[in-house]
């Protein structure tokens, strides 16, 4: 079974508008951390967010957000007021704390932002 | 700021070829990884090392080898270069705290293409 599962292989969003970057997970771990990082042309992997298992409240940075859904396995990226620099590719990523070393990656959202 | 600087960013190649791809990251991290980046796949993880001469194997290692001679290098070693070998390969450093919230710290990556 896939480990990240990432359903949208691209999305439209127009400029200042807010959009939602789907993310579901699998794991038995009782622990376990996901991140978000973001791919633009260029082709370096930036990171965006990070929620960890047993953070109580949904990690923020600036205009990201992460809806954080533990019983549906859901970690949503919320990219508010959207920007033409926004326009990449996304990838949630999951680590688990048995095997810590060995990060899984959703297979990526392509995000364009239209002026 | 943290760096990883991966040799080449576009590498053109020829079946049967040996091929390096060289990484050296800055900020003297224990794990550094190297992952295959193809489209509708995300990432997947060839093989990582976390200490000096330590290496373990990722999801996909066949046809690849690792070196890592020096904490700040880790090099990936295509023995004979194949076409479905061409792909965009990052490499990633991280540190060993045992966090979970150790981010992976990417290069700009390599577009290798094997004819």
């Known amino acids: 079974a896939q480990k990240i599962t990432q359903t949208q292989p691209g999305m439209f969003v127009q400029e200042k508008e807010a959009v939602t970057l789907d993310c579901t997970y699998d794991t038995s771990d009782p622990s376990y951390g996901l991140f978000w990082y973001k791919q633009p042309s260029s082709g370096e992997m930036i990171f965006l967010i990070y929620?960890?298992?047993?953070?109580?409240q949904n990690a923020t940075e600036g205009r990201y957000s992460l809806n954080f859904q533990k019983a549906r396995k859901s970690a949503n990226l919320v990219i508010s007021a959207s920007q033409l620099g926004d326009s990449a590719m996304y990838f949630c990523a999951m680590r688990e704390i048995y095997n810590f070393n060995k990060f899984y990656f959703g297979s990526g959202t392509k995000l364009n932002v239209k002026p | 700021d943290v760096k990883v600087t991966q040799s080449s960013r576009y590498l053109v190649k020829r079946t049967g070829e040996k091929v390096f791809l060289e990484c050296v990251q800055d900020?003297?991290?224990?794990?550094m990884f190297w992952y295959r980046q193809d489209p509708g796949l995300g990432l997947r993880l060839i093989y990582f090392s976390y200490d000096v001469k330590m290496k373990e194997k990722g999801d996909i290692p066949e046809g690849y080898s690792v070196s890592r001679e020096k904490k700040e290098r880790f090099s990936l070693i295509l023995e004979s270069a194949s076409t479905n070998q061409t792909s965009m390969y990052l490499c990633?450093?991280?540190?060993?705290?045992?966090?979970?919230?150790?981010?992976?710290?990417f290069g700009s990556g390599t577009q290798l293409s094997v004819l």
């Open positions: 929620q960890g298992s047993y953070d109580q």
């Open positions: 900020m003297d991290h224990e794990n």
């Open positions: 990633a450093s991280s540190l060993s705290s045992g966090q979970h919230n150790e981010k992976l710290f």
